[in-house]
């Protein structure tokens, strides 16, 4: 094995373990915060998270949503924040992310 070899399979362990931590991090926020106690329920998730958090931390959101539906993200990243469950629902990790930015900008803040 040369050094070459062994240089890429450290860069590919470091992606597959800490890319998503300092790319996505509101999209982690997210996760841990409102996907997972409402397992199965994405809308719902993204309805509480609209009426709960800031205008800042919503655009946080969409930034990291669209960087995910234009193909931005690591495959390893977005495996280990979001699960093989939402790929598999709609194929891929793209239209997932297109489906959240659609519920996100149709859901409303109600005072």
Known sequence: MSEFDLEADIEELIERNY??????????????NYAKALPGSDGKAI?????????EKK????????????GAGSIYALEKILGPKRKSAL?????????????????????
């Open 47 to 55: 309805q509480l998270f609209n009426y709960y958090e800031s205008l």
């Open 19 to 32: 890319v998503g931590v300092t790319n996505f991090p509101n999209l982690q926020f997210f996760m841990k």
């Open 59 to 70: 655009r946080s959101l969409q930034r990291e949503l669209f960087q995910i539906r234009n």
């Open 91 to 111: 194929g891929n990790y793209e239209a997932w992310a297109l489906k959240l930015l659609v519920m996100l900008s149709s859901s409303q803040k109600v005072f």
